[in-house]
């Protein structure tokens, strides 16, 4: 069967320092793979999605950068953290065959930049 | 804009009941509907989807109902348990990478 990890599950960052955030997939190939955020009490918000390694597009123009270095690995990254980058930040990923008919999250990563 | 938004955003409902929760949405074009139900700390876990080709689905305990004349879409569960209680989201299909959400009803469970 698939899963889907993602780590750590809390962080707290100071403004300015780095992030990566690690998701990985396991039992498929090929998979797409998505990061979302979560602002609290809201619905979520696509931030990047990829359909192959190296193949990253960005909905959202902001401080944040993925990478897909392998099929199964997605790295969601900052370079200097904004207060504002605060959130709950999910991976998800589906089926490559059926786009986002059928997507599976991760259990989120709560980050606090302080 | 458009938009799928959610009408209420919190439910409480009494154990044993049905609960509904609606949504509403305003692209007429959306051909896809997903559900999902988010505990608290947790990711959201998929629970049934629609395509506009239909009007009703069913799986375990929950149905969703499409009505494409007034953009609506609801999930009903039936029997409503403790372990039900989460934020309940429905999301459109946007494109095959997009899923637009909405903004979530929380469905609290009374004894």
């Known amino acids: 069967s698939q899963t889907i990890h993602q780590w750590p599950a809390t962080l707290v960052q100071p403004v300015g320092s780095p992030l990566s955030l690690e998701c990985t997939v396991e039992?498929?190939?090929?998979?797409?793979l998505y990061w979302y955020r979560q602002a609290a009490g809201r619905g979520l918000q696509l931030l990047f999605y990829?359909?192959?390694?190296?193949?990253i597009s960005s909905e959202v123009p902001q401080n944040l950068s993925a990478s897909r270095p392998q099929d199964r690995q997605f790295i969601l990254s900052s370079k200097k953290l904004l207060l504002s980058d605060s959130g709950f930040y999910l991976c998800?990923?589906?089926?490559?065959?059926?786009?986002?008919?059928?997507?599976?999250f991760g259990q989120g990563t709560r980050l606090t930049v302080v | 804009g458009e938009s799928v938004g959610l009408h209420l955003p919190t439910l409480s409902v009494q154990e044993g009941d049905n609960s509904i929760i609606n949504c509403a949405y305003s692209?007429?074009?959306?051909?896809?509907f997903i559900w999902y139900k988010q505990e608290s700390g947790k990711g959201p876990q998929f629970i049934i989807d629609?395509?506009?080709n239909m009007d009703k689905r069913q799986g375990q305990r929950v149905t969703v109902l499409l009505n494409k004349t007034v953009k609506h879409l609801s999930l009903q569960i039936a029997a409503t348990q403790p372990g039900d209680s989460a934020v309940y989201f429905c999301?459109?299909?946007?494109?095959?990478?997009?899923?637009?959400w909405g903004a979530g009803t929380k469905l609290i469970i009374k004894p």
């Open positions: 998800a990923w589906s089926p490559s065959d059926r786009g986002l008919t059928e997507a599976f």
């Open positions: 039992g498929t190939s090929n998979p797409n």
């Open positions: 999301a459109e299909k946007r494109s095959n990478y997009q899923l637009i």
């Open positions: 990829s359909v192959g390694i190296g193949q």
């Open positions: 629609i395509r506009s």
């Open positions: 692209n007429s074009a959306s051909d896809y």
